[in-house]
C-alpha cells in the first residue's frame, strides 16, 4: 500500500501539511514553486552543524533526531522531530548555518524548500515572510521550552541540582546585541 507523499501532487502535499494550514493561495503558490519531496534512509545526515543552510523541510513521515556535536564525545539529541512538523529554521536567520546537526532515525519522507529562493518571496511577498516567521517562531518557542525543561532535568523527572557551568545565551540579549550593532 503506498502513502499519501507517493500518490499525491506537490500542491496538495503543501497545502496538507499542518504546518502551513491557514496559508493563503498565493501564499501556497510560492512555497509549492521551491518545494520537492526527499527521502532519508535511517542513519542518513540530513544536515550539519556550522554548514551553511540553504534550505528547510516539512515531515511527513518518519523521525529525524537533533544533535549537538561536542568535541571528543558523542553527538548529544537535542530534540526529534515527526510527521507533521518543520525542520530546521536557519536558513531564514542570518548567519544561516545550521545550530545542529540533523540525522533520520526511520525512514522520513519529506517536502524540501529552497531556502534561498523562498528569503527573495519573503522579501518580495512581506505578508509571506511574516507568516512563515510566526510559524516558525512558535515551533522555536516550543524546542527551546523542551531543551530548557531536558536541561533543568537532566533526562530524568527529578530536577537537577548541578548548576549550569555556562550560563545559555539569552535569546533576547543577543537580539538586542545585534539591533545595537545594526544601529551604528
Not at 26 to 33: G, H, P, R, S
Request: aromatic residues 8%.
Amino acid at each position: 500500500m503506498k502513502n499519501h507523499a507517493d500518490t499525491e501532487s506537490m500542491p496538495t502535499r503543501v497545502t496538507l501539511h499542518p504546518f502551513l494550514a491557514g496559508m493563503n493561495r498565493t501564499q501556497l503558490a510560492l512555497l509549492i514553486d521551491c518545494a520537492m519531496m526527499v527521502r532519508f534512509a535511517p542513519g542518513q545526515v540530513i544536515f550539519r552543524e556550522g554548514e551553511v543552510a540553504t534550505r528547510f523541510y516539512l515531515i511527513e513521515t518518519g523521525r529525524v533526531v537533533l544533535e549537538s556535536n561536542r568535541e571528543s564525545s558523542e553527538p548529544v539529541v537535542v530534540d526529534s522531530v515527526g510527521a507533521g512538523e518543520l525542520l530546521g529554521w536557519s536558513w531564514m536567520f542570518p548567519p544561516h548555518v545550521w545550530h545542529f546537526t540533523a540525522r533520520a532515525v526511520a525512514p522520513t519522507v519529506a517536502i524540501f524548500f529552497h531556502g534561498r529562493i523562498l528569503r527573495e518571496y519573503c522579501e518580495r511577498n512581506q505578508a509571506l515572510g511574516y507568516e512563515l516567521f510566526k510559524r516558525m517562531s512558535a515551533v522555536m518557542v516550543k524546542r527551546l521550552q523542551a531543551a530548557r525543561q531536558r536541561m533543568l532535568t537532566n533526562g530524568t523527572d527529578e530536577p537537577s541540582l548541578q548548576p549550569l557551568a555556562v550560563r545559555p545565551p539569552c535569546i533576547a540579549e543577543e537580539l538586542a546585541a545585534q539591533d545595537a550593532g545594526a544601529a551604528r
